[in-house]
């Protein structure tokens, strides 16, 4: 957009607050990008409104989800181990699970998830929804990175990481 970071910002808190009050039925979507952008800028101010609406959609309850959230409230409990859409978070699942005890292969998976799995995903599952494409930067790279404090050295080049959106709040 020719725009900084910092001239983003609005927008931003804007495309978030607009979110919430959309989100009805489904936690993935806009709540899903909303958590991906919290975690990425650390706009902690929307975490009660996040956690209301995560808490009362009882059809959709997702361990992926809430564990998001869990990344921007680490007092909330996971109440979920099923993933509503296994396949397409199962690569996040993995970069999570191997970070417990491995940030080196942490970062190795999420590096092959980015170069070569990530774009390929545009048209499927939960990246292209309802006519809506949300660009060529893989944002939840950025989180994951943010939340699990990584060390994306190895990133820095990948064509679709945003390195630079990564360390803008000084990760």
Request: net charge negative.
């Amino acid at each position: 957009m020719g725009m900084s970071h910092e001239e983003l910002i609005p927008d931003l808190r804007m495309y978030i607050e607009n979110g919430l009050k959309g989100c009805n039925g489904s936690v993935y979507g806009d709540l899903e990008n909303i958590l991906y952008l919290v975690i990425v800028f650390g706009f902690n101010e929307y975490t009660d409104t996040i956690k209301e609406i995560i808490t009362s959609i009882k059809d959709y309850q997702d361990a992926y989800m809430e564990q998001l959230y869990q990344f921007i409230d680490n007092s909330f409990e996971i109440t979920d181990k099923k993933l509503f859409w296994p396949k397409e978070c199962k690569p996040f699942i993995e970069v999570i699970e191997l970070a417990k005890t491995d940030k080196k292969a942490a970062i190795q998976r999420l590096k092959k998830f980015v170069d070569k799995q990530w774009f390929k995903t545009l048209h499927e599952g939960v990246i292209l929804q309802e006519g809506c494409y949300r660009g060529f930067w893989c944002i939840e790279a950025a989180a994951l990175v943010k939340a699990l404090k990584l060390d994306d050295t190895e990133l820095k080049e990948c064509k679709y990481y945003p390195y630079d959106m990564a360390h803008f709040c000084g990760s």
